[in-house]
């Protein structure tokens, strides 16, 4: 789960890490307000989505005033008629896509006087499935195009959790980003404040980009982006409240409700598919005989009739979808049950594009009855192969 800037700022407040006092405001009339809360005399105007890129981002409402997603004001004034601006329109960005994301807040915030720009992350290593860190001295930037560019300036190592966070991560941060003097020792405080926050909230994704070093000197938090794994948000009610369902899409969204793990992608072909594993080489083989996925779809070792369903519902729910493919090999899952679901959901959508059915496991006989007596127009296949080769003849023409 992702949340905000403004919040992930709040959560970095009350750890102590040093950030800008700022507001959070989702109506025009209250942006003057909250300016003048703020002591000035630089105002910072963020729009909030969860994406990055904000400050190269376009708006698709172009006008005379765009100027993307982070724009500086001299007045409250000001500050209040750039949040006017920004609110209700589209911010396109390169995280965003095509789409974009409708700005439904902004943040407004002191600005900084900015002496040096760094790049700061925590993050779950899965190699060593450890919390790791990852500094780098370009900070403003896109961290994939400095580790393809110049790999050196970037530092990576993962903290062993018997110890835990030791100074001397710290110091090894704050070395290799060339800091000095009192700069050593905020590091240090802060390296410690964000890997506690870390396992506190059990994070998965801690980005500061940029951490700044001030004019006076200084280290803070400019910008910052928090994920949190979703299977441990039962044990933190307070992060759990911070979610923001207009961020999300909303097939992923309803399937989150029935424990579906569905992800939405840009292809043409809907895929259902028990295993994670095998909704990966679903994938795969649809790509190998010339389609795209319109997305991932794994309903568990567990679906019930009723979850078949409303994954089915989903799927056909993306206008893109022109033909869809279930691949279900029956272990722990029934195949009789897939079927039984399939051919619910077919009724109750009236499927109007062309579907495949490969089932192979449990129960496959009676699965394979179901469909074959249903009445239904379904394409059987006999494995994976000739499943993939199927739809993609049928949607292709």
Same mark, same amino acid.
């Given at each position: 789960?992702?949340?905000?800037?403004?919040?992930?700022?709040?959560?970095?407040?009350?750890? /102590?890490?040093?950030?800008?006092?700022?507001?959070?405001?989702?109506?025009?009339?209250?942006?003057?307000?909250?300016?003048?809360?703020?002591?000035?005399?630089?105002?910072?105007?963020?729009?909030?989505?969860?994406?990055? /890129?904000?400050?190269?981002?376009?708006?698709?409402?172009?006008?005379?005033?765009?100027?993307?997603?982070?724009?500086?004001?001299?007045?409250? @004034? @000001?500050?209040?008629?750039?949040?006017?601006?920004?609110?209700?329109?589209?911010?396109?960005?390169?995280?965003?896509?095509?789409? /974009?994301?409708?700005?439904?807040?902004?943040?407004?915030?002191?600005?900084?006087?900015?002496?040096?720009?760094?790049?700061?992350?925590?993050?779950?290593?899965?190699?060593?499935?450890?919390?790791?860190?990852?500094?780098?001295?370009?900070?403003?930037?896109?961290?994939?195009?400095?580790?393809?560019?110049?790999?050196?300036?970037?530092?990576?190592?993962?903290?062993?959790?018997?110890?835990?966070?030791?100074?001397?991560?710290?110091?090894?941060?704050?070395?290799?980003?060339?800091?000095?003097?009192?700069?050593?020792?905020?590091?240090?405080?802060?390296?410690?404040?964000?890997?506690?926050?870390?396992?506190?909230?059990?994070?998965?994704?801690? @980005?500061?980009?940029?951490?700044?070093?001030?004019?006076?000197? *200084?280290?803070?938090?400019l910008d910052a982006k928090m994920s949190f794994d979703s299977n441990a948000l039962y044990r933190h009610s307070d992060i759990a409240a911070l979610r923001d369902e207009t961020e999300e899409d909303p097939k992923e969204l309803e399937a989150s409700k029935f424990d579906l793990n569905y992800v939405a992608l840009d292809g043409e072909i809907g895929c259902m598919v028990n295993g994670a594993g095998l909704a990966m080489a679903t994938m795969d083989i649809i790509k190998l005989y010339g389609a795209e996925?319109?997305?991932?779809?794994?309903?568990?070792?567990?679906?019930?009739?009723?979850?078949?369903?409303?994954?089915?519902?989903?799927?056909?729910? *993306?206008?893109?979808?022109?033909?869809?493919?279930?691949?279900?090999?029956?272990?722990?899952?029934?195949?009789?049950?897939?079927?039984?679901?399939?051919?619910?959901?077919?009724?109750?959508?009236?499927?109007?594009?062309?579907?495949?059915?490969?089932?192979?496991?449990?129960?496959?006989?009676?699965?394979? @009855?179901?469909?074959?007596?249903?009445?239904?127009?379904?394409?059987?296949?006999?494995?994976?192969? *000739?499943?993939?080769?199927?739809?993609?003849?049928?949607?292709?023409?």
């Amino acid at each position: 789960m992702n949340i905000h800037e403004y919040q992930a700022k709040a959560l970095l407040r009350d750890y /102590g890490a040093p950030v800008s006092d700022g507001r959070a405001v989702t109506k025009a009339d209250e942006a003057k307000t909250a300016a003048g809360e703020l002591d000035g005399p630089l105002w910072v105007v963020k729009a909030q989505i969860h994406a990055g /890129g904000r400050g190269k981002g376009s708006f698709k409402e172009a006008d005379a005033g765009d100027k993307g997603g982070v724009r500086l004001a001299k007045t409250v @004034e @000001e500050a209040a008629a750039e949040a006017r601006r920004m609110l209700g329109r589209t911010l396109v960005t390169k995280q965003t896509g095509p789409a /974009g994301k409708q700005v439904n807040r902004i943040y407004i915030e002191d600005g900084s006087g900015i002496s040096r720009e760094l790049y700061l992350a925590l993050l779950v290593d899965r190699k060593t499935s450890r919390v790791a860190y990852v500094a780098s001295t370009e900070g403003g930037m896109d961290i994939e195009e400095v580790a393809e560019k110049t790999p050196e300036k970037i530092l990576t190592f993962s903290v062993d959790p018997a110890a835990g966070y030791q100074p001397y991560h710290g110091r090894r941060i704050a070395f290799m980003l060339g800091l000095e003097g009192q700069q050593v020792k905020q590091c240090v405080r802060l390296m410690g404040i964000l890997y506690q926050m870390f396992v506190d909230k059990d994070m998965s994704m801690l @980005e500061i980009n940029p951490l700044i070093v001030t004019d006076k000197g *200084d280290l803070k938090c400019l910008d910052a982006k928090m994920s949190f794994d979703s299977n441990a948000l039962y044990r933190h009610s307070d992060i759990a409240a911070l979610r923001d369902e207009t961020e999300e899409d909303p097939k992923e969204l309803e399937a989150s409700k029935f424990d579906l793990n569905y992800v939405a992608l840009d292809g043409e072909i809907g895929c259902m598919v028990n295993g994670a594993g095998l909704a990966m080489a679903t994938m795969d083989i649809i790509k190998l005989y010339g389609a795209e996925p319109a997305n991932f779809l794994d309903v568990g070792g567990g679906a019930t009739k009723e979850k078949v369903t409303e994954a089915f519902k989903i799927i056909t729910s *993306d206008p893109n979808v022109k033909g869809i493919l279930v691949n279900i090999f029956g272990g722990i899952m029934r195949c009789d049950v897939i079927a039984e679901g399939v051919v619910t959901a077919v009724k109750d959508t009236g499927l109007s594009v062309p579907l495949v059915v490969r089932l192979e496991g449990t129960n496959v006989e009676k699965g394979k @009855e179901i469909i074959n007596n249903s009445g239904l127009n379904v394409i059987a296949a006999d494995d994976l192969k *000739d499943g993939a080769e199927k739809i993609v003849r049928a949607v292709k023409g």
